[in-house]
């Protein structure tokens, strides 16, 4: 049974971080590109982050490109997103997404909250 598991997110103010972390089960996780999306109220879901199987390319959406860092870890099965100098417009639900050739799976989401 393939799960993705997010966790992290929480209320935080301007200009603060907090570091999101996707737990993987029920499949080969090493051979998974593993890409971090994000999803506003009223807003097309988008990619933030995106890191290959072998941790050698990164892409970062334009918007938050040196906030924010992705990582892999694949002893752990786990993927991060740290996120540092938050903004408000930063506030959506962030998904973990796990892809390969045709399988394509996502996580349940966590809530990320940017505000004073």
């Known amino acids: 049974q393939v799960q993705l598991v997010e966790s992290g997110g929480g209320l935080v103010q301007p200009g603060g971080s907090l570091r999101l972390s996707c737990a993987a089960s029920?499949?080969?996780?090493?051979?998974?590109?593993m890409s971090w999306y994000r999803q506003a109220p009223g807003k097309k879901r988008e990619l933030v982050a995106r890191i290959t199987s072998t941790s050698g390319t990164l892409n970062y959406a334009d918007s938050v490109k040196g906030r924010f860092t992705i990582s892999r870890d694949n002893a752990k099965n786990t993927v991060y997103l740290q996120m540092n100098n938050l903004k408000p417009e930063d506030t959506a639900v962030y998904y973990c997404?796990?892809?390969?050739?045709?399988?394509?799976?996502w996580g349940q989401g966590t809530q990320v909250t940017v505000s004073s």
């Open positions: 029920g499949f080969t996780f090493s051979s998974y590109s």
């Open positions: 997404n796990a892809r390969r050739v045709s399988n394509n799976y």
